[in-house]
């Protein structure tokens, strides 16, 4: 091989290392700014967590492809994982309320993906993007007293 070619292949195999590795080590950091501490089994919690991201990726796939039935699914997971004992971290009426919207939400999204409307599910995305949001600035407040 001329030493162009070696050069180019080098090239290339550190690129697709880079591609592989870079992603991964961004997400190895969990999102929140704290690890999680709240709640009995705090493992459980960050795996189920970590479940809800996967129906997220699901709901915005379907909605970058206009997918109806990839949105309806995730919004139904999401809805439904709302529902297992693993999210009831936090005894309060506050945090019971926040799960009462967050649920909301995931209903009009469903709803609106059944009807094909995708500015409708678009808009719904983003009012469950915000409980997301909402709900861990309740948790990480309360979690360190502010
Ligand atoms: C009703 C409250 C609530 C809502 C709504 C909520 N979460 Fe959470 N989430 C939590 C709690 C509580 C934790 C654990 C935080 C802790 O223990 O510090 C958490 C943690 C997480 C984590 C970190 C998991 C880890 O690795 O430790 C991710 C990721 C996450 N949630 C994603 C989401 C996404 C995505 C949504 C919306 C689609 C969402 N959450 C909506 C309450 C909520």
Redesign the pocket.
Known sequence: MKSFERHLVAGFVALITLAAVVPALSMSR???A??????DK?ND??????A??G??QLVMEGLALADYDLVARGAHD?ALA?QASS?E??QTED?AR??R??RRA?ESLRSAAKDKNLDGAALAWME??L??????K???DV?TGN
């Not at 704290?34 to 709640?39: A, D, H, K, R, Y």
């Not at 919690?45 to 970590?50: D, G, H």
């Not at 409980?131 to 861990?136: L, N, S």
Request: charged fraction near 15%.
């Open positions: 969990p999102p929140l704290q690890e999680p501490t709240i709640g705090p919690v960050s795996i189920f967590m970590r809800k991201l129906h997220s999401l709302s999210w971290v936090l945090y926040q799960s919207e967050f995931c469950v993007t409980k997301c949001i909402q709900c861990h309740y948790v990480r979690g």
